[in-house]
């Protein structure tokens, strides 16, 4: 079993940065994948980037590439995203995934594929 906890989110001005956090409970954080989700209001869940368990492999959203950078502290049990360039767009409620995989865009972007969620973080981008 695996826990997880957002924190970081808040709201900014368009063009600002956050860095949001995950911290995961349990000894076999280094086994799980990764990743970042996000829900905009009145839309569907959306991938947004991930990372393979030793952090030698990671993925974007074309949405977020060369804006939003993860990354992954595996002595902390915590997975990171630097949100730079923030748009208004950008505002939703992110959620921290973890996942025993790692494969194709497919999978690695499938919410399918990760087994457990945290209770997300509210981001807000004003312009």
């Known amino acids: 079993q695996v826990q997880l906890i957002e924190s970081g989110g808040g709201l900014v001005q368009a063009g600002g940065s956050l860095r949001l956090s995950c911290a995961a409970s349990g000894r076999t954080f280094t086994t799980y994948s990764m990743a970042w989700f996000r829900q905009g209001p009145g839309k569907e869940r959306e991938f947004v980037a991930a990372i393979k368990w030793d952090g030698g492999s990671t993925y974007y959203a074309d949405s977020v590439k060369g804006r939003f950078t993860i990354s992954r502290d595996n002595a902390k049990n915590t997975v990171y995203l630097q949100m730079n360039s923030l748009k208004p767009e950008d505002t939703a409620v992110y959620y921290c995934?973890?996942?025993?995989?790692?494969?194709?865009?497919?999978?690695?972007?499938?919410?399918?594929?990760?087994?457990?969620w945290g209770q997300g973080t509210q981001v807000t981008v004003s312009s």
């Open positions: 995934a973890a996942a025993r995989v790692w494969g194709s865009s497919a999978v690695v972007a499938g919410s399918r594929s990760y087994d457990y």
